[in-house]
């Protein structure tokens, strides 16, 4: 189990079991996200300076709210759009990211974690990323979604199906 905890530690979610994958995000939308929530009031950097976004992806049913979840606010880029980026009011700590639509999974951000982390696996939708920007080549980079990281979404929305 791990513990994603708000900066001030009014807020906890945890995790079960084996995340689904760890991926540094570059895509526009991400991008937005993260600098809407930099700043909100004595928030801390969450976008690299790359321009990407860390996260460690965790099925739906294997993550649990449990403490000071009064405390959440969701924040979207657009009205319309159907994704939250759900921040700790207390200390304006970005702590995860949810679908309204029926997404199986909840991308959590790795900032809020400590101690034993899961490796990173990919860097994904660089097509996006700043001009200027370096992207690392430590772990293998998708200008889009890889294959991999796909499957992996897939087969977890099946393992979780039929442990139901
Ligand atoms: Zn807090
Ligand atoms: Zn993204």
């Known amino acids: 189990m791990r513990t994603a905890r708000c900066l001030c530690g009014s807020v906890e979610i945890e995790a079960f079991g084996t995340p689904i994958t760890s991926v540094v995000c570059y895509c526009d939308s991400c991008q937005k996200g993260s600098r809407q929530i930099e700043a909100l009031t004595n928030a801390v950097p969450i976008l690299g300076p790359d321009g990407g976004t860390d996260y460690i992806l965790y099925r739906k049913d294997r993550i649990k709210y449990s403490k000071g979840a009064e405390l959440l606010k969701g924040y979207k880029i657009e009205e319309k759009s159907t994704t939250s980026r759900v921040v700790a009011t207390c200390c304006s700590s970005a702590m995860v990211m949810r679908f309204d639509d029926a997404k199986h999974w909840v991308p959590m951000y ?25 992207v ?16 992996k ?12």
């Open 153 to 164: 979404l897939l087969t977890s929305k099946i393992s979780m199906l039929f442990s139901r």
């Open 136 to 151: 690392p080549t430590d772990i293998p980079s998708s200008t889009m979604y890889p294959a991999g990281f796909m499957w």
């Open 110 to 134: 790795r900032a809020r974690f400590q101690g034993d982390m899961p490796p990173l696996q990919w860097r994904i939708c660089t097509k996006f990323k700043p001009e200027n920007a370096g």
